[in-house]
């Protein structure tokens, strides 16, 4: 009896021995108000800002994610239904700031603003997070923005270029053509080792539908990721997308790649940040939105860059589009966004209604990278367009006077008449920088002065079909990015070459 006592008593003092107590600490808190996806919590005191926060609800945990930072309160935004939170709910502390899954997983996908699936592929094989805030990389790290963004699209590539790092604004009234510029630049890095990401803030799902067919059909989802905060989705989902499309950027930045990001749009973005605010209580400024709203886009634009030697040498090259109500670009967010990126590229509704498009204003647009984002050749033929375009608008408006006009002003009145011709492009067809390079050679050089104005275009499509037959001239410009004799004389002999087979086009 006593052997069995002696035993049970050895075994417990082993136990008790080997007991390791594992205290959990957490700060715990109340929800005591939640309405259209904010909620105010009491007694998260040790709460952090962008801390995901669990709200334990009838429905299970639900994410937030603290936002406001009182002394006695954390406001916080649902990430997702809030229908099942109610007040007197749990909240609990994480200690993790928010985050998103990157990698090269994402590529050829549609997530939404959390990193979710949401094309029925499959989840996401996904091990690595990167914070949704960050601070954007110093002034030291940077290295000047020299190599070009080829969108595609005439008017841009000429006249407003885009180099690699750049944050270039696209801005206009709605349904002007915003979202097809940055379709085509999408489109037009296929085989240029640019990844691109376009996150789509607040628009109708059955467009993004439409936009992601039309990227499958040119073969562009294989390096593209779609970012998608729907119109539908609650406001704090549009909030964070553009933050979380950043990060998915910024995975590609670090391993010292080149990275193409649309935001479409930031106006329904500073809406709902806007809508956010005045539900925290946030004192409303001018069109009630926060103070802090020019803050809201320069510390998402800033992590835009082109990183040095040392640091990579990757980039994110940014997109913004912003909409605009009556052409008005003196508007509260416009000027922001206008003040904050390296220029913009200016819409105008009067050239789209006129068949001008992509209807970009030449006056208007400005980038202040400039001929730096340009090839040598590229640089050579197009340096005096934008003058020109702009004169020929100045010009135009002039000679509807009926005035008697000198022999210099009708000739550049018929040289801008052919120069707007060719600026005109179908949607979804971008041209390649050689095609371009030889059509501008053509127009400064003459090669179209004898073209009837109405057969531009189709003396333009013939010269692209004659070249992709008859390539020297293409493949010299490609190899050599510059225009020097050589180069100059096969444009010269393919031009010549071309017209000689196209003398019904001539008068």
Do not use: W
């Not at 209807?359 to 934008?386: D, E, F, P, T």
């Not at 002039?398 to 492009?425: C, M, N, V």
């Amino acid at each position: 009896m006593s052997n069995t006592k002696d035993f049970i008593v050895e075994q417990i003092k082993s136990q008790i021995a080997d007991f390791k107590a594992e205290v959990e600490e957490s700060s715990v808190g109340r929800v005591l108000k939640i309405s259209d996806g904010i909620a105010l919590v009491s007694g998260l005191t040790e709460a952090m800002m962008s801390e995901i926060l669990l709200f334990k609800s009838a429905h299970g945990e639900i994410a937030g994610v603290a936002l406001n930072l009182e002394e006695n309160l954390v406001g916080a935004i649902i990430m997702g239904e809030f229908d099942g939170i109610k007040e007197g709910d749990e909240v609990v502390c994480t200690k993790r700031i928010l985050s998103v899954p990157v990698g090269e997983a994402l590529v050829g996908r549609v997530v939404n603003p959390l990193g979710e699936a949401m094309d029925g592929k499959g989840a996401l094989d996904t091990k690595e997070f990167y914070p949704v805030e960050k601070i954007a990389p110093g002034v030291i790290t940077r290295a000047s923005v020299n190599e070009p963004v080829q969108t595609g699209i005439k008017a841009i590539d000429s006249m407003i270029p885009i180099g690699r790092g750049q944050r270039e604004l696209i801005i206009g009234d709605r349904q002007i053509g915003k979202t097809a510029i940055a379709i085509d630049a999408i489109i037009n890095q296929k085989g240029q080792n640019m990844k691109c990401i376009y996150v789509a803030i607040g628009q109708k799902e059955s467009k993004v539908a439409d936009i992601v067919r039309k990227l499958e059909a040119a073969g562009a989802m294989e390096y593209t990721t779609i970012v998608l905060a729907g119109a539908s989705n609650p406001a704090a989902l549009l909030y964070i997308a553009p933050y979380a499309g950043c990060a998915m950027a910024e995975y590609f930045l670090d391993k010292g790649e080149d990275v193409l990001i649309i935001y479409d749009d930031l106006s329904k973005h500073a809406v709902s940040y806007r809508e956010i605010s005045l539900l925290l209580r946030r004192p409303p400024g001018r069109e009630a939105y926060p103070g802090d709203v020019f803050y809201l886009h320069s510390r998402l634009l800033e992590r835009a860059c082109k990183l040095n030697k040392e640091e990579g040498g990757g980039s994110i090259t940014a997109l913004p589009i912003i909409e605009t109500q009556a052409g008005d670009i003196s508007a509260y967010i416009p000027t922001n966004v206008i003040s904050i990126t390296d220029g913009q590229i200016f819409l105008e509704p009067d050239m789209f209604y006129k068949g001008n498009r992509p209807a970009v204003n030449a006056g208007l647009s400005v980038s202040r990278v400039g001929s730096s984002a340009q090839i040598k050749a590229m640089k050579k033929v197009a340096g005096k367009m934008r003058l020109e375009a702009a004169q020929f608008r100045e010009l135009a408006a002039f000679a509807q006077f009926g005035s008697d006009l000198d022999e210099e002003t009708s000739r550049k009145l018929e040289r801008g008449k052919r120069l707007y011709e060719i600026l005109k492009q179908d949607q979804y067809q971008p041209l390649s920088v050689d095609k371009q390079v030889i059509i501008y050679y053509a127009l400064i050089n003459k090669y179209i002065d004898d073209v009837p104005v109405e057969k531009v275009r189709e003396f333009e499509a013939n010269l692209y079909k004659y070249l992709d037959v008859n390539n020297e001239a293409s493949k010299a410009i490609l190899e050599k990015k510059e225009l020097d004799a050589d180069v100059e004389e096969k444009i010269k002999t393919a031009l010549s070459n071309y017209k000689e087979t196209l003398d019904y086009l001539v008068k």
